[in-house]
C-alpha cells in the first residue's frame, strides 16, 4: 500500500494536506473516538476520521506535518500504528514489500481459529466436568474442582491473556475498550471463584466455567467478525489485486513493437515513465494508463465499467491499468503512470468512500466516546443496588439451592446463589460483559463496505457514507443535456449561407477551422462534417474560446467569430430579423443553431442535432417513479431544450435554457434556498462548477480526471440509467447503516438492563457471564453480517 497523500486548497488560501495511517489494536467504537480525539489534538492537524473495518485513519492537516509523529503518537498511546509512507519508501529503495493487507487479515483470522481452537477444547473439558450436575454420568477428574480451577487458570493466561492485557493497557491510558469490560469481568469471576476455592468457609460458589465460557464465547465471536469484515472489504482487495507488478519495456523506435520487438525489459510496473513503449502479450494485464501505438486486440475492462464482454483496441484507442488484454499482442505508449492511472484513482476513490462517515454515525460515535466508562459504572451500581437494596427487599422471594461443589445446577438462566454476595458480583459482571460498543463502531462502516463494494463492481463509485445520507434525502434531479442525456455526438444538418458570395463548402471549412482550436461536441462535430467533405483546414491563429458562448480565430487576416446569439450580440454584430428568423425555425426542429461571422458580418448558420440516449427515457420515468422532480439545464436555446425534454415529459417548468456555466451554479443555488436538496447529473468537465455546488454531483466517466475530482457519485459505465442505479444503492446502503445502528442501540438498551438483573424480581431470571458474553459477541457479528445480506437482498440491475 502506498501513502496516501493528497494536497488541496482551502478556501482561506492555505496549503491542506491528508495523510494516511494504518492503526492497529482498536476494537470498538470507543476506540475510535480515542484514536480521533488523540489525532485532532494533535497540533496542526484540522480532522481525522477513523474507519474501525479497515484500520485506516485519514487525517487531515492545515501545515506539513510528519506522519511518523502521529503514528508514534498513537503508538504510545496503546494503538500501534504506521504511516503508509513508510512503505513506499521502502518499495523505491528495492527491498522486500510490507505484508499485504490481504495476508495480515489472513494471519490474523488464522490467529483467532487457533486461539478459539484452544478455547473451544477448554470448553468441551469444562463442560464434560459437569455432565453429573445433569443426572448423566460422572467423568473422573475431570469432575474435580481443582481441574476447573486449573482450566480456567489455562484459558486466562493462554487465550485470555491478549484480552486482559489489551483492556488493562487501556484502562491505565484512560482509554477503555470493550477488552477493559471483558477483562473486568472475566478477572472478577475466577478471582471470586479463587477466594471461594481456597477459604470454603466463606460459603461462596466456584464458578470457574464462567471465565472459560466468557473467554471461548467472544473469541468464536471475534473470529466470525473477522470473516465477516474479510467478506465486506473484499471488494477493495480485489481492485488492489488488479495492479500489475510488472511492465515489458521495448524500444519505441521498433518497426513492429507489438509482434517482433527487440528484446522487452521488465521492470516494476511502478517505475513506467510516461512516453515510453511497452509491449503486452495475450492473457497479460494492462502495466499503465496508455495508447495502443501497434497491434490490435480485445480487452476485457469489466474492472473498470462493470462490463464484461470484451472491447476492441486499435492504433489509437486509450487503455487502463489493470484491464485485461485477451487475444492480441500490441504495443502501447505510457501516458498515466502510478498513481495518476485511472485504476489507482479508483482505489483511491473507494479507499476514501469507506472512510468518510455518515452525519448518522455522529450520534453512535458521541455515546461510544462515554459507553465504556457508563457501562462501568453501571455495573458499580448494579453491584451496590442488588447486595444493599434489591436482594434483602426480595431475596426471600427466590429459591435458592446449590450443589455440595458450589456449581449451579439448572441450565437455565435462573438465579441460583448462596450468599447475596456472588449474585450481586454476577449481575455485575454480567453487565460489564453483555455492554457492546463494537456492534456501534461497526455498524456503519461494514454497510459503507458493502455497499461501495457492489457499486465497485457494476461501476457505480460512490464517495462515501456522507453521499449516501445526501442521496437518500434527495428532491430533485437536474440533467445537462449535451453528452449527459443526449450521446454527446451531435452531427451538422444544416449549413445555411446569408451571403450570395459565401457557398456552403465556404462556411463549413471557415467553421471547421476556427472550431479546430476546441473540443467541445458541436466542434468535433462541424470538424467531422469538414472531413468526409475533404474540406481542409486553413490556416489560423490566434485561437479564443468562451466556454458556454462561444470560439474565435484570425483565418487569413480576417476575424472569424463562432457562437450563440448572445456572444454574437457581446461582439457587437447585428443580427437582422430575417437572420433571427431562419435561426428560429431552425431551433423549432429541435436543432442547436451555431452563428458564423467573418469581419463583423454574420455570413451563415450552422444547424446541429444530437439525439437522446437510448436509456434516456427509462431513466427520467423511473426517477419519476421514485417520487424526485426532473429538470434539464443547458445553455441552449429553448427551443432546443424543450425538443428534447418533450419525448422525456418534462413539463416546461423543469426545463432551464440558455444558461451558461456560471448560471448552471446560480440555478441551483436557487433551488437549495428553496429547501431542495439537488442532484447535478453532467458529464464531468464544462459541469464541474455545478456538480461541485449541487448536493450530490453525478458524473458519467467521460473525462475521468475531472469526473473523479469533481463529483460525489462516478458512472464508469457511462450509461444514463446508472443514475438510477445509484440512487437505489445509496438508499438501500443508507438504509442498511440506520437498520444496523438502531440494533446496536436497542441491544444495548434492553441488554444492560436484562443483565443488571430488571427481570429477576419478577421473574426469577438472570444472565449467566457467559450466557452475557455470547450475547455481546452475536451482537458484534450480527451487525457484520446483516451488512453482508446488501449483498444478497439488493437485486441486480434489471437495466
Known amino acids: 500500500m502506498q501513502l496516501t497523500s493528497k494536497d488541496t486548497i482551502a478556501p482561506s488560501g492555505?496549503?491542506?494536506?491528508?495523510?494516511?495511517?494504518?492503526?492497529?489494536?482498536?476494537?470498538?467504537?470507543?476506540?475510535?473516538?480515542a484514536v480521533e480525539n488523540q489525532l485532532t489534538q494533535h497540533p496542526g492537524v484540522i480532522s481525522a476520521t477513523v474507519n474501525l473495518v479497515t484500520e485506516v485513519a485519514t487525517v487531515e492537516c492545515e501545515t506539513r506535518i510528519d506522519p511518523t509523529t502521529l503514528a508514534n503518537t498513537l503508538t504510545q498511546a496503546g494503538f500501534p500504528t504506521e504511516p503508509r509512507i513508510h512503505s513506499q519508501a521502502v518499495a523505491s529503495l528495492g527491498e522486500v514489500a510490507p505484508v499485504d493487507p490481504a495476508e495480515q487479515q489472513r494471519r490474523h483470522t488464522h490467529q483467532l481459529l487457533r486461539q478459539v481452537a484452544i478455547a473451544a477444547t477448554l470448553l468441551v473439558l469444562s463442560v464434560t466436568g459437569h455432565l453429573k450436575h445433569f443426572g448423566w454420568f460422572t467423568v473422573p477428574v475431570l469432575s474435580n474442582i481443582w481441574f476447573h480451577g486449573g482450566l480456567a487458570t489455562?484459558?486466562?493466561?493462554?487465550?485470555?491473556?491478549?484480552?486482559?492485557?489489551?483492556?488493562?493497557?487501556?484502562l491505565r491510558r484512560n482509554v477503555p475498550n470493550m477488552n477493559t469490560l471483558i477483562g473486568l469481568g472475566t478477572l472478577t469471576a475466577y478471582l471470586a471463584s479463587v477466594v471461594a476455592l481456597l477459604f470454603p468457609t466463606l460459603g461462596w460458589e466456584c464458578f470457574f466455567d464462567e471465565p472459560v465460557m466468557l473467554l471461548g464465547f467472544i473469541l468464536l465471536g471475534r473470529t466470525l467478525e473477522q470473516h465477516a469484515r474479510s467478506r465486506a472489504t473484499s471488494a477493495l482487495t480485489s481492485l488492489v489485486a488488479l495492479k500489475p507488478t510488472l511492465?515489458?519495456?521495448?524500444?519505441?523506435?521498433?518497426?513492429?513493437?507489438?509482434?517482433?520487438?527487440?528484446?522487452?525489459?521488465?521492470?516494476?510496473?511502478?517505475?513506467?515513465?510516461?512516453?515510453?513503449?511497452?509491449?503486452?502479450?495475450?492473457?497479460?494485464?494492462?502495466?499503465v494508463d496508455g495508447e495502443v501505438v501497434a497491434g490490435q486486440t480485445t480487452v476485457n475492462e469489466s474492472m473498470l465499467t462493470g462490463e464484461s464482454m470484451p472491447v476492441l483496441k486499435q492504433p489509437g484507442d486509450l487503455v487502463a491499468a489493470g484491464s485485461l488484454n485477451q487475444s492480441g499482442a500490441i504495443a502501447l505508449k505510457a501516458t498515466r503512470t502510478g498513481k495518476n492511472t485511472t485504476l489507482a484513482k479508483i482505489i483511491k476513490l473507494v479507499e476514501d468512500a469507506q472512510a468518510r462517515k455518515a452525519p448518522i454515525q455522529r450520534i453512535a460515535d458521541v455515546v461510544a466516546g462515554y459507553f465504556t466508562y457508563g457501562v462501568m459504572a453501571i455495573a458499580l451500581f448494579t453491584f451496590l443496588f442488588w447486595y444493599f437494596v434489591g436482594i434483602p427487599l426480595w431475596g426471600s422471594d427466590w429459591a435458592i439451592s446449590s450443589g455440595h461443589d458450589g456449581m449451579m445446577h439448572n441450565p437455565a438462566m435462573v438465579a441460583m446463589h448462596p450468599t447475596p454476595l456472588l449474585l450481586s458480583l454476577k449481575l455485575a459482571i454480567a453487565v460489564l460483559v453483555i455492554a457492546c460498543p463494537c456492534a456501534l463502531g461497526l455498524a456503519t462502516p461494514t454497510a459503507i463496505l458493502v455497499g461501495s463494494g457492489i457499486g465497485a463492481e457494476r461501476g457505480l463509485l460512490i464517495r462515501g457514507g456522507d453521499v449516501l445520507e445526501k442521496v437518500h434525502n434527495l428532491h430533485t434531479v437536474i440533467f445537462d443535456k449535451t453528452g449527459t442525456l443526449t450521446t454527446g455526438h451531435p452531427v451538422v444538418t444544416d449549413c445555411v449561407p446569408l451571403l450570395e458570395s459565401v457557398s456552403a463548402a465556404d462556411l463549413l471549412q471557415l467553421a471547421a477551422t476556427v472550431e479546430s482550436g476546441t473540443r467541445h461536441p458541436l466542434a468535433l462535430a462541424i470538424q467531422h462534417q469538414a472531413q468526409q467533405q475533404h474540406l481542409a483546414v486553413l490556416k489560423a491563429q490566434d485561437f479564443y474560446t468562451e466556454p458556454g458562448f462561444g470560439v474565435s480565430a484570425c483565418v487569413s487576416g480576417q476575424l472569424v467569430v463562432l457562437g450563440t446569439e448572445a456572444w454574437l450580440n457581446q461582439q457587437g454584430m447585428h443580427l437582422s430579423a430575417e437572420t433571427l428568423a431562419q435561426a428560429q425555425e431552425l431551433a423549432a426542429a429541435g436543432k442547436t443553431v451555431v452563428y458564423v461571422a467573418q469581419n463583423g458580418v454574420v455570413i451563415g448558420l450552422l444547424a446541429l442535432q444530437d439525439t437522446l440516449r437510448p436509456d434516456a427515457e427509462t431513466t427520467v420515468a423511473r426517477l419519476h417513479q421514485m417520487g424526485l422532480r426532473v429538470m434539464l439545464l443547458t445553455g441552449d436555446q429553448a427551443a432546443v431544450a424543450e425538443a428534447i425534454a418533450r419525448p422525456l415529459g418534462l413539463s416546461q417548468e423543469n426545463i432551464l435554457?440558455?444558461?451558461?456555466?456560471?448560471?448552471?451554479?446560480?440555478?441551483i443555488r436557487q433551488l437549495q434556498q428553496q429547501g431542495q436538496r439537488v442532484a447535478m447529473v453532467g458529464d464531468g468537465i464544462n459541469d464541474a462548477p455545478a456538480l461541485a455546488q449541487a448536493d450530490v454531483g453525478i458524473s458519467m466517466h467521460s473525462g475521468t480526471d475531472v469526473a473523479i475530482d469533481t463529483a460525489e457519485i462516478v458512472l464508469m459505465r457511462d450509461r444514463l440509467v446508472d443514475v438510477v442505479e445509484s440512487i437505489r444503492l445509496s438508499s438501500a446502503t443508507f438504509n442498511k447503516i440506520r437498520q444496523n445502528l438502531f440494533w446496536a442501540f436497542a441491544y444495548n438498551v434492553v441488554g444492560i438492563p436484562v443483565a443488571a438483573g430488571a427481570l429477576l424480581p419478577l421473574f426469577g431470571i438472570i444472565l449467566s457471564p457467559a450466557t452475557a458474553g455470547a450475547l455481546m459477541a452475536f451482537s458484534s457479528v450480527s451487525v457484520v453480517t446483516s451488512s453482508l445480506f446488501l449483498r444478497r437482498t439488493y437485486p441486480a440491475s434489471g437495466f
Open 154 to 170: 489455562l484459558t486466562l493466561i493462554g487465550p485470555g491473556r491478549p484480552v486482559i492485557v489489551d483492556g488493562w493497557r487501556g
Open 247 to 287: 511492465a515489458r519495456l521495448i524500444a519505441s523506435d521498433s518497426n513492429d513493437p507489438a509482434i517482433a520487438p527487440s528484446r522487452p525489459t521488465e521492470i516494476p510496473a511502478e517505475q513506467v515513465t510516461v512516453g515510453q513503449w511497452l509491449q503486452v502479450l495475450p492473457g497479460e494485464k494492462v502495466p
Open 14 to 33: 492555505l496549503t491542506h494536506e491528508t495523510l494516511t495511517l494504518d492503526v492497529k489494536g482498536m476494537k470498538c467504537a470507543g476506540c475510535v473516538k
Open 657 to 667: 435554457a440558455n444558461v451558461q456555466p456560471d448560471g448552471k451554479v446560480a440555478a
